[in-house]
């Protein structure tokens, strides 16, 4: 089935069509169910939703027209790397629902007003053009000021987990005008349970969190002036020639943190640019000549390696396919080609035909011995 096009903005203004009446059209609701599926058909509940999802978009669309919508009880389980979180997995079929609004009313409405150095989860935006930022406001502060200057880094403590409902759902009323939708949002909000915590996992949750700092944005732009300035997330990075500028700016940033509920960890800190910046697990520098050095953080390059080796473990005990270890150095060696890593992947590779070769020397071993019994039997 080839969906009916979204009505443009305008043509909805002048049919008197609001964000979240178009956010709710079947067309629309049937639009977020094919984005929400993408890599993730092969899941049992999703190709269970699948077999019926015309039936399932009517049904959702009838509830929603209804008032009888209600969130489904969420997923929670743990994942372990980079470090150890709490995910909260939303069904599929809210995922569906929240798609569309997202796509219909939340993402335009909540970040509008972005600067434009907040870099998470934005279109156009993520890992990559944060670490190019960076790149490019490290290059700017060597032609006005050298490699001398002070750095402070900025952490906010269990972030989506400390996070009041109340500071959330004021974020989000001061941005979405559209009442309907909004009322949507402090639902999805109230789901969570208790007084604090946004769950880790869904698209909504990553617009709210982005936008309870917002202000802090501003006000480190605007009114603290501070010209080289980056944020992902709860991770923040500030530049500057003078610590004094850098001390005043962190109390009045922590300050503004504890009025949102909130506080910093223990990475919080001042400290020289000369000393290098760790920003998304990658270390970066500035050389005599203004080249900016981005080197892969040695954590990364050691966890690695020990997660080679016990796949390789694990591959010559039979409990898993060679194809595993393939792919696992395959993607940590994309993500190292993002910096300066050059040395490092290839000691990282030689590593990688060493373990290959000491799976297959163990198998041509194996295979001998059997051949060998099965001559003995003979």
Same mark, same amino acid.
């Given at each position: &089935?080839?969906?009916?096009p979204?009505?443009h903005?305008?043509?909805?203004?002048?049919?008197g069509?609001?964000?979240?009446?178009e956010?709710?059209?079947?067309d629309?609701?049937?639009d977020?169910y094919?984005?929400?599926?993408?890599?993730?058909?092969?899941k049992?509940?999703?190709?269970?939703?699948a077999?019926?999802?015309?039936?399932?978009?009517?049904?959702m669309?009838?509830?929603?027209?209804d008032?009888?919508y209600r969130?489904?009880?969420?997923?929670?389980? &743990?994942?372990?790397e980079?470090?150890?979180?709490?995910?909260?997995?939303?069904?599929f079929?809210d995922?569906q629902f929240?798609?569309?609004?997202?796509?219909?009313?939340?993402?335009r409405?909540?970040?509008?007003?972005?600067?434009?150095?907040?870099?998470?989860?934005l279109?156009?935006?993520g890992?990559?053009?944060?670490l190019?930022r960076?790149?490019?406001h490290?290059h700017?502060?060597?032609?006005?000021?050298?490699?001398?200057?002070?750095?402070?880094?900025?952490?906010?403590?269990h972030?989506?987990?400390?996070?009041?409902?109340?500071?959330?759902?004021?974020a989000?009323r001061?941005?979405?005008k559209?009442?309907?939708?909004?009322?949507?949002?402090e639902?999805?909000?109230?789901s969570f349970?208790?007084?604090?915590?946004?769950?880790?996992?869904?698209?909504?949750?990553?617009?709210?969190?982005?936008?309870?700092?917002?202000d802090?944005?501003?006000?480190?732009?605007e009114?603290?002036?501070?010209?080289?300035?980056?944020?992902? &997330?709860?991770?923040?990075?500030?530049?500057?020639?003078?610590?004094?500028?850098?001390?005043?700016?962190?109390?009045?940033?922590?300050a503004r943190?504890?009025?949102l509920g909130?506080?910093?960890?223990k990475?919080?800190?001042?400290?020289p640019?000369?000393?290098g910046?760790?920003?998304l697990?990658?270390?970066?520098?500035?050389?005599?000549t203004?080249?900016?050095?981005?080197?892969?953080?040695?954590k990364?390059?050691?966890r690695?390696?020990?997660?080679?080796?016990?796949?390789?473990?694990?591959?010559r005990?039979?409990?898993?396919?060679?194809?595993?270890?393939? &792919?696992s150095?395959?993607?940590?060696r994309a993500?190292?080609q993002?910096?300066?890593a050059?040395?490092?992947?290839l000691?990282?590779?030689?590593?990688?035909?060493?373990l290959?070769e000491?799976i297959?020397s163990?198998?041509?071993?194996?295979?001998?011995a059997?051949a060998?019994k099965?001559?003995?039997?003979?």
């Amino acid at each position: &089935m080839r969906p009916v096009p979204a009505i443009h903005r305008g043509e909805m203004e002048e049919r008197g069509i609001d964000g979240y009446e178009e956010a709710i059209r079947f067309d629309a609701l049937y639009d977020g169910y094919r984005k929400s599926r993408r890599n993730v058909s092969w899941k049992e509940s999703v190709a269970g939703y699948a077999c019926n999802a015309l039936k399932n978009t009517a049904r959702m669309r009838k509830e929603l027209l209804d008032g009888s919508y209600r969130i489904s009880p969420y997923q929670r389980f &743990m994942v372990h790397e980079p470090k150890e979180r709490e995910i909260v997995a939303t069904r599929f079929k809210d995922r569906q629902f929240q798609r569309s609004l997202c796509d219909r009313v939340l993402y335009r409405e909540i970040t509008r007003g972005f600067i434009y150095d907040n870099c998470a989860c934005l279109t156009g935006k993520g890992v990559d053009f944060a670490l190019n930022r960076m790149d490019a406001h490290l290059h700017r502060y060597f032609r006005k000021h050298g490699k001398d200057g002070w750095v402070l880094r900025c952490d906010i403590r269990h972030y989506f987990p400390d996070t009041p409902h109340e500071t959330a759902k004021a974020a989000v009323r001061k941005r979405v005008k559209n009442q309907r939708a909004c009322r949507q949002v402090e639902e999805i909000i109230d789901s969570f349970g208790g007084d604090r915590g946004i769950g880790l996992g869904s698209q909504v949750s990553q617009l709210i969190e982005l936008a309870v700092l917002d202000d802090i944005d501003h006000y480190i732009k605007e009114r603290l002036r501070i010209r080289h300035f980056i944020r992902y &997330m709860d991770d923040f990075i500030l530049i500057h020639s003078e610590r004094a500028v850098l001390e005043h700016a962190l109390a009045e940033i922590r300050a503004r943190i504890e009025a949102l509920g909130l506080e910093m960890n223990k990475k919080t800190q001042i400290f020289p640019l000369k000393q290098g910046i760790i920003f998304l697990k990658w270390h970066y520098w500035l050389t005599d000549t203004g080249k900016v050095v981005r080197k892969i953080c040695q954590k990364n390059v050691t966890r690695q390696r020990r997660k080679m080796k016990k796949l390789a473990a694990k591959i010559r005990a039979g409990e898993m396919p060679e194809e595993y270890l393939y &792919m696992s150095f395959q993607s940590w060696r994309a993500n190292a080609q993002r910096g300066n890593a050059r040395s490092t992947i290839l000691r990282m590779e030689a590593l990688y035909e060493e373990l290959k070769e000491g799976i297959r020397s163990e198998r041509e071993g194996d295979d001998r011995a059997a051949a060998g019994k099965g001559r003995g039997a003979g």
